[in-house]
């Protein structure tokens, strides 16, 4: 049994927040929530954020802004509309887009989940400029969602971490692609930790991963059922940088989590659910964009080295039989 571990303030709430709520919008929307971000060539911050129609379904729609905290320039309507028609798999939504800029492409790849019929699956499109998306289609099937690629190959192929269902449990896992159409190598990359863990039940990546001279630090989400039900929060991980299945360190305990209003209350109560983060020009400061409650946008930031000195103090390679990091 590992000692308690130390509990660190890591990520600070902006005192402005929620930073974006449905009023903000210019066109009728029910919630926004679930943002992927990206910092544009020109520094803007730019969130595609998940917008709830009253239908119940869901469209990604552009925020922009100059210093990632205020004055949003959201798109005048819908950026990204499902397509069932062409793409059935989006026939009740398109939800949680997860954005990574891919320098081989001079694109950025926003992989996102198609819902319909047959369950939440992964679908990609690329885009130079967040007006025109080049849609390339399911994927992985489903279910199966939560997924980003990664910003360079990895032995000569793109990967793509995502999230399948599997029998009793959802796990993070990692596949490979020569090409973006074609997918396999399918490996299981860290497990959710069964037993009384906060992330027992179901884990999926929150941000894209993030490159450091020390590996690949990923955030991720962990749910955890209770009686009165699902609680979302976040914890760390870091991976090494060639071969990101070999998780190097990973945090026992949860390191942000529901604790305001807006994250304990609203649609879906309990949720702290980020899709994106970006880096600041001090290339330490991490802002972390999370829908809160299934229902506004939220902001927080942490520093990188601070994560990552918290990882070297807490963090542990973990054993697979206790669904650790090398699980
Ligand atoms: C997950 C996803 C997210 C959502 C979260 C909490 O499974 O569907 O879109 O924010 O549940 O409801």
Redesign the pocket.
Known sequence: MSSPQQFANLFRRHPGNPILTAADWPYPAHTV??PGATRLADGTTLLLCRVEDRRGHSHLCAARSANGVDGWRIDDGPTLLPQPDLHPEELWGI??PRITFVPELGKYAVAYTAFSHDGPGVALALTEDFRQFDRQGLVMQPDD?DAALLPRRIEGHFALLHRPTTQNTADIWISYSPDLHNWGHHKLMLPARKGAWWDANKIGLSSPLIETERGWLMIYHGVRRTASGAL?RLGLALLELDNPERCLLRGDSWVFGPETTYERHGD?SN?A?PCGATIADDRDTIRLYY?AA?TCIALATGSIRELLRWLDDNGNPGRPSMGGADG
């Open positions: 929530f679930n939800e949680d969602k979302y879906v949720v659910f829908g299934d």
